[in-house]
């Protein structure tokens, strides 16, 4: 029998590209110092720690988790350590929040970071060790192809990721913890800056960031003792297809619909873009925003640019895409997934500021990773449904 | 809570050397045929999947993407992964039978350790800025662990070389083992522990026989839950206790002749009811210091089928544990049996199964929510 649970707080560092002044454990203590702060509680109030990241050779330290315990808080506890690629930080909520759905905890902690600045995500990418297929390094060039795709299917105008960029630049500028914080961003600017992948201009591709995020859940016991709003689970999903093979859609994956769709039936939502108040969306370059609006279910196939064109995705729009200004504006790759996450738990208890979606009571948070394979997302609100 | 048991259990055979990529897929993809085949269930029977596995094992990023080609994953499946041994995915694997999310659910756990140079390669676990840095390899720090113990007169070698013996011994019966298929040992245990201790150290105080082959391998449990694994086992592995924790990953800040972690887990799982135990231990004074830690007594009879010293295929050996514990109840050798398997240096991290005979449905003896 399935437990209620929900978010009690959210915690997350400045991400920028050299977090210098900190160690990778102060990295993370500094997210977790805030969501326990956040949810009010003390660290030894928590039962268990899941921690989630991206390759380990992003920072080149082997189960990093080890290391950290201390810095976790973990010692005398359980500790997990989560890793499904890019959607691990969906994915690293999910199993935190599955320890109290199951019954076995109260408390649980999670945590997800990526420093990249320790070592070079190019390099930890381009290894090709033999009889393997190679991760096809540098995440642009892979999924330029699959971008080109969708406009050709679509036949969306060429300018819309460029209105994503700039939008979701704007949106960065409102959240203080963002890496770029970019007010003035336009359309006009995101079309002149440079080519990198055709069609992915500079402006529309993510950085590398150094950040950690972190993740109070509780049971329905500690969330109704908690003297905060807290964000209530309504539903989870995550589904896995393989990277490659005869018959995958790169640009409308089944997984990702999948996923969506088993999302939405648990959730009891029917019409997602009149049910849901806001989305946090896992777009590393600024095409993926219209095509997961597809896959999603926001919009038919070939639809979902409309969408981003009219300004339903602006943070006064009918469906506010990223108000935290998303991963266009903060990728510490194993934290852009539970940031997602976060993002969503803090809209629904009026905690996002300068950002908050005005009246949101129901909000998805999304994550994906591979070769567009893994797929994570939830739906949290203001009451327990 | 929902009862939930092992139904199935299936491992590659240990070698020192596969042929395999470090990918996993070829060990993989024979032992969910056999298990498939044991338990007359097909992928599409199973609702969650979930996999332990390194990148720093495999020598590249996202090594457990590729594993997902050993499953046939389309159309999608529920699905996930951890960096850690496969027994840990298990334990996720549970969670998801709990949540009633699966009914049915497989973890498997896979590692080619003879891809790089293993003790080197575990030393990039330590602290990053402080310890990686003077590369102490995991052999060594083994050896300091077992030093620590013999200066405290908590246990000598020859205790040490008398569990490398028994060891062996029932290596040599296990067919899965590294150790059946390349020797040693004497068979005598009282001519071969002097033998043993006759021979030179790797890593003073530890000899070869102290420490775990480097191996190449996988493993892959199912789980179910309570009316499915009735009608699936005759005799399934009920899991009455399911618990780990972790010390601290600072060496210097541990009492490395004791393992807190493993102590607490058991506890809390019940441990100490066990007649037969399963113990990762890739060195031979670790399992003198975990049968302490669970309080087990000189009549359970520990590693029948030759333990982490017989083969320890990193990421899939302390699934094997699991899975070799729930054979001992499957087949009926044994109606209380313990599993346990471990993870960083100097056992830091422990997790510990309990697994029963008797249907909980008829006792009532079942994990309650805390």
């Known amino acids: 029998m399935k437990q209620r649970a929900a978010v009690l707080g959210t915690g997350q560092t400045q991400h920028r590209s050299k977090r210098a002044d900190v160690s990778m454990a102060g990295l993370c203590r500094e997210a977790i110092d805030r969501a326990l702060a956040d949810a009010g509680l003390s660290g030894d109030q928590i039962d268990a720690v899941v921690l989630g990241k991206a390759p380990d050779l992003f920072e080149g330290v082997m189960m990093p988790e080890l290391y950290l315990a201390d810095a976790l808080g973990a010692v005398g506890k359980p500790l997990l350590r989560v890793h499904t690629a890019g959607s691990v930080g969906g994915a690293t909520g999910l199993v935190a929040a599955s320890l109290i759905q199951a019954g076995v905890h109260r408390r649980v902690l999670a945590v997800a970071f990526e420093k990249q600045s320790e070592s070079n995500a190019m390099w930890a990418l381009s290894i090709s060790p033999p009889f393997s297929m190679p991760v096809l390094a540098g995440a642009g060039g892979y999924f330029a192809p699959h971008i080109r795709s969708y406009i050709r299917r679509s036949g969306a105008p060429v300018h819309i990721g460029a209105i994503v960029a700039a939008k979701d630049r704007r949106n960065g500028a409102r959240n203080p913890y963002a890496h770029l914080r970019q007010a003035d961003k336009t359309t006009e600017q995101v079309l002149a800056s440079p080519m990198l992948w055709d069609p992915v201009r500079y402006d529309e591709t993510c950085p590398s960031s150094d950040g950690a995020c972190a993740i109070v859940l509780g049971d329905q016991a500690a969330a109704e003792a908690s003297d905060q709003p807290v964000a209530w689970i309504r539903a989870t999903s995550m589904r896995t297809e393989p990277t490659m093979f005869s018959g995958k859609d790169n640009v409308n994956p089944r997984a990702g619909a999948d996923a969506a769709a088993a999302l939405w039936e648990s959730a009891g939502i029917t019409s997602p873009i009149d049910q849901i108040d806001a989305a946090e969306i896992y777009v590393p370059f600024s095409w993926f925003e219209p095509m997961w609006l597809e896959n999603l279910g926001f919009a038919q196939a070939g639809q979902g640019w409309r969408l981003t064109e009219s300004g339903d995705t602006e943070i006064t729009g009918s469906i506010p895409v990223n108000p935290s200004g998303g991963v266009l504006s903060s990728n510490p790759i194993g934290a852009s997934g539970l940031l997602r996450f976060a993002e969503s738990a803090m809209q629904v208890t009026g905690k996002a500021g300068q950002h908050q979606v005005a009246g949101a009571r129901t909000a998805l948070g999304h994550a994906y990773g591979g070769g567009s394979q893994y797929f994570s997302m939830w739906v949290v609100a203001d009451t327990p449904g | ?370």
């Open chain 2, 1 to 370: 809570m929902t009862d939930v048991a092992v139904i199935g259990f299936a491992q590659a055979p240990g070698e020192r050397h596969s042929p395999a990529t470090t990918n996993g897929v070829e060990m993989l993809v024979p032992i969910f045929g056999e298990i498939f085949k044991a338990t007359g269930l097909t992928k599409d029977d199973i609702g969650f999947w979930c996999s332990g596995s390194s990148d720093y094992l495999a020598g590249r990023a996202f090594s457990f993407v590729s594993a997902v080609d050993a499953i046939g994953a389309f159309p999608p499946v529920m699905e996930s992964h951890v960096e850690m041994d496969g027994a840990w995915a298990l334990y996720e694997a549970w969670l998801k039978i709990l949540t009633g999310e699966a009914e049915i659910a497989l973890a498997y756990g896979f590692g080619k350790s003879s891809a790089g140079n293993l003790r080197r390669v575990l030393a990039l676990q330590l602290d990053p800025y402080l310890v990686a840095p003077l590369w102490p390899d995991s052999v060594s720090i083994a050896a300091l662990q077992a030093r620590a113990g013999i200066d405290a007169g908590l246990w000598t070698e020859a205790e040490m070389a008398q569990v490398a013996a028994r060891s062996q011994a029932d290596a040599r019966g296990n067919p899965k083992a590294v150790a059946a298929r390349t020797g040693g040992g004497t068979g005598d245990p009282g001519g071969e522990v002097a033998e043993l201790l006759s021979r030179p150290y790797v890593a003073d105080p530890l000899r070869a026989h102290d420490c775990a082959p480097v191996t190449d391998g996988a493993a892959v449990v199912i789980l179910a839950s309570g009316g499915r694994a009735r009608a699936l086992c005759d005799r399934p592995a009920w899991i009455t206790g399911f618990e780990h924790r972790t010390d601290s990953g600072s060496l210097g800040a541990r009492d490395l002749t004791v393992s807190p972690s493993a102590a607490s887990a058991g506890r809390a799982a019940g441990a100490a009811r066990a007649q037969v135990a399963e113990l990762h231990a890739p060195f031979t004074h670790q399992e003198i210091i975990l049968r302490r830690a669970f309080e087990l007594g000189d009549q359970v009879r520990i590693n029948p089928s030759g333990g982490a010293l017989g083969g320890n295929p990193m990421f899939a050996a302390g699934l094997a544990r699991i899975g070799s514990a729930a054979t001992e109840i499957m087949s009926g050798q044994a109606d209380v049996a313990l599993a346990h398997a471990t993870s960083g240096p100097a056992l830091q991290q422990n997790l510990v199964c309990l697994m029963e005979a008797v249907d909980p449905a008829l006792t009532g003896r079942r994990l309650s929510a805390r």
